[in-house]
């Protein structure tokens, strides 16, 4: 059942004890929008757990500065910015299959499994949604509060370059910089600064880059030997996302990384009226227009074909309007 920011609100006023759990390989949003809610529900006198499959990457450490893991039984289980069941990751799927009471996200390929869902498909961010909700709540917007929530808000929108990025999306970044929200050093680590690693398997992903399609699709693919080369893993390969977009004339950009089952993950970027979402719900995905994933299942050049036959799909269709 869909239910609004108030009933949100009601819901969660209404429960002490509170598990929020965020989607596997967790980035900027699902984590800034989790603890944030977390601290300002703990102001209100209530039990909070933010919990998630993966490992949280040494960038985000911050969020959880303070933030006691307590063990308890939930009243309360609440996804944040997980738009499918799926994304919890395996083994958290086998756990919380059918007992999500509430979810709160901005995907408007959301598959409503939460018993109750708040979602707002035309946020940019999950960051945006919770932080309207902690003020329906009346939680003080803290410095740590704010800088949970500009990392979600930043990430989301590749610091406010997306087309997703609102009026809205600049109007509350402003007020959580006036909150105190560490935007300086925020911006400087996820957008300004490479790791030696990063920069390494960067180099290598970009030599994998090959064109479709008279050169509108740029497709790069990091495998598990491009990881070890590059003294890297997964925790950097976000950042890789919108390389193959940035190329001039590019209209779709996909992003593969090889997990170690030999399956891939696929991230895909697009321009104008190109649907990525669409594209990536053929493969079982989904996303947002501009921004999009799914699982594709190997080997690697079946992946690729599999892929390439939605994109195709995609830019003919535009083609043709």
């Known amino acids: 059942m869909r239910i609004d920011l108030h009933e949100t609100a009601k819901l969660l006023e209404n429960s002490d004890k509170i598990l929020l759990l965020c989607h596997a390989h967790p980035d900027g949003d699902t984590l ?49 910015d997980v738009a499918d069941i799926k994304l919890l990751g395996k083994e958290y799927e086998g756990i919380y299959t059918g ?34 909700l902690l003020g329906i709540m009346g939680a003080e917007i803290t410095p740590q509060i704010a800088s949970c929530l ?43 600064t490479k790791t030696k690693t990063y920069a390494a398997l960067e180099r290598l992903a970009l030599d994998s880059m090959r064109f479709y399609f008279s050169d509108k699709c740029a497709l790069i693919c990091v ?8 003294g890297s893993d997964e925790s950097e390969v976000d950042r890789l996302a919108n390389l193959p977009r940035q190329v001039e004339g590019v209209l779709v950009g996909v992003t593969m990384r090889e997990l170690k089952d030999g399956n891939f993950k696929a991230s895909v970027r697009t321009h104008g009226d190109i649907d990525a979402s669409a594209i990536c ?14 699982t594709l299942y190997g080997p690697k050049q079946t992946a690729i074909n599999s892929l390439l036959k939605e994109v195709q799909a995609e830019i003919d269709a535009f083609i043709l309007v």
Do not use: W
């Not at 979602?119 to 309207?132: F, M, R």
């Open 281 to 294: 719900k053929r493969l079982g995905g989904g996303g947002h227009m501009g921004a999009a994933g799914c």
């Open 32 to 80: 800034g929008s989790a603890t944030a809610l977390a601290r300002g529900l703990i102001q209100k006198g209530k039990k909070v757990r933010v919990d998630c499959s993966d490992s949280i990457p040494e960038d985000f450490s911050f969020m959880f500065e303070g933030l006691e893991s307590e063990e308890f039984d939930p009243e309360l289980i609440v996804a944040v």
């Open 223 to 230: 495998t598990q030997e491009m990881f070890k080369k590059a």
């Open 150 to 192: 500009f990392t979600g808000v930043s990430t989301d929108t590749g610091c406010f370059r997306f087309s997703n990025t609102t009026v809205r999306t600049f109007e509350i970044a402003a007020q959580l910089a006036k909150h105190g929200a560490d935007t300086y050093n925020i911006i400087q680590v996820f957008f300004e």
């Open 99 to 132: 007992r999500i009471d509430l979810c709160i996200d901005h995907h408007a390929s959301n598959m409503l499994y939460a018993d109750k869902v708040c979602l707002e498909p035309d946020s940019a961010s999950a960051a945006e949604i919770i932080y309207l």
